[in-house]
């Protein structure tokens, strides 16, 4: 299920700062939520998984 583009926004962000900071192996679904104050589950109403965030990331990176 999709959910507004300016929920996907801040999880978007959040990821790609830990994700450079720690390497993606070192991040979990959990440590994106708490960043940005979100229950676990309620992150994957918007992303199925950690790989389907990552995937975002870069399909919004090459359309820039």
């Given at each position: 299920?999709?959910?507004?583009?300016?929920?996907?926004?801040?999880?978007?962000?959040?990821?790609?700062?830990?994700?450079?900071?720690?390497?993606?192996?070192?991040?979990?679904?959990?440590?994106?939520?708490?960043?940005?104050?979100?229950?676990?589950?309620?992150?994957?109403?918007?992303?199925?998984?950690?790989?389907?965030?990552?995937q975002s990331l870069?399909?919004?990176?090459?359309?820039?």
């Amino acid at each position: 299920m999709s959910r507004p583009p300016r929920h996907k926004e801040p999880l978007q962000r959040a990821a790609l700062e830990l994700f450079a900071e720690l390497g993606f192996a070192a991040v979990s679904i959990r440590d994106i939520a708490r960043k940005i104050g979100m229950a676990e589950g309620t992150l994957y109403r918007h992303f199925t998984s950690k790989e389907a965030l990552a995937q975002s990331l870069y399909l919004q990176s090459v359309k820039e």
